[in-house]
């Protein structure tokens, strides 16, 4: 079996944006959150789209007052609109010496940097505005909403440079990399935004709890954390190898008790992480190394339609 691929390349980050056809196209298809981008509003007033005409009622602006309906019926008709409104998308992924690791076809950093690049070319396709910011060790680096190709370009390159910085050596962030992220998320998000959260799925264990709720109770969240299957799951061997740079560790997994404890521990990830979906209502998507961003993306998005529906 081929090595997995340790790092992304600037030709994968921008051909996530060919994969954007393989997606919903249509607007309410593309959302994975509760709202997402330019959306098509119930609210009534004055707005981009002619909708329907309805008996005037008080309060209603008299300038939009249709007058052949109301010649015609003898009672003041009034023309409804809808408006069209717009939501920030910002997505925060991580590329910290956690992730730097994979026994699939990829690493966790490469996966988590590829869906952050294919969530911004989809957001851009569907006319947002979009930002987002890559934590790390090396610090933060942002990129403020725009609906231009060139902020989409400018996130790529962050998600690019902290992606190659990685490595054996990298050293850890002292502290919980997220919760650095989340507080200075805080400070640049604006409400009302639409937040994707692509980070390690060992992440859960110190999220700080007061952070992310203050995100989440002003902007709509969608958690996608990064797993490798051999994190849920060990093999049965006498000789396991893992290799970090030059340091080479050997286990004998052929204990059935550590291969449970090793299970049960990834599956209490997994279950705090709906706990914590469900009590910031958001939504969650866990993302494993073993397919690519493309096609978990596109099975989610479908997922998700069919539910609206």
């Not at 994190?231 to 997994?253: D, I, K, V």
């Amino acid at each position: 079996m081929d090595a997995p691929a340790a790092y992304t390349s600037l030709e994968a980050l921008l051909d996530m944006r060919r994969h954007c056809q393989d997606l919903p196209a249509t607007r309410r298809q593309a959302m994975l959150g509760r709202l997402a981008g330019r959306q098509r509003s119930r609210l009534r007033g004055r707005g981009i789209d002619f909708d329907q005409v309805r008996q005037y009622q008080p309060g209603d602006d008299i300038r939009n007052i249709d007058w052949r309906v109301t010649a015609r019926t003898r009672k003041v008709h009034t023309k409804v609109f809808n408006e069209e409104r717009e939501r920030p998308v910002f997505i925060i992924c991580e590329q910290s010496a956690r992730l730097f690791f994979g026994t699939r076809p990829r690493f966790k950093s490469v996966l988590a940097a590829e869906a952050a690049a294919l969530t911004a070319w989809m957001a851009l396709a569907h006319n947002d505005r979009v930002g987002g910011m890559v934590f790390g060790a090396g610090g933060f680096h942002e990129v403020r909403p725009r609906r231009s190709r060139r902020a989409i370009l400018q996130l790529l390159g962050q998600l690019l440079e902290a992606n190659l910085r990685l490595s054996p050596e990298t050293a850890a962030v002292p502290d919980e990399p997220l919760n650095l992220a989340l507080r200075r998320s805080r400070e640049i998000i604006r409400p009302g935004s639409l937040l994707y959260l692509l980070c390690d799925h060992s992440a859960i264990d110190q999220i700080s709890l007061p952070l992310i709720t203050a995100l989440a109770g002003h902007n709509d969240l969608v958690l996608l954390p990064v797993h490798d299957p051999l994190e849920a799951s060990l093999p049965s061997s006498p000789a396991l190898e893992f290799a970090q740079g030059e340091q080479r560790l050997t286990l004998n997994t052929t204990s059935t008790a550590l291969r449970e404890a090793w299970a049960a521990q990834f599956l209490a990830r997994q279950q705090n992480w709906q706990k914590l979906a469900s009590r910031l209502r958001a939504s969650l998507h866990p993302l494993d190394t073993s397919r690519s961003a493309v096609d978990q993306l596109q099975h989610l998005l479908i997922q998700h339609t069919r539910r609206r529906n």
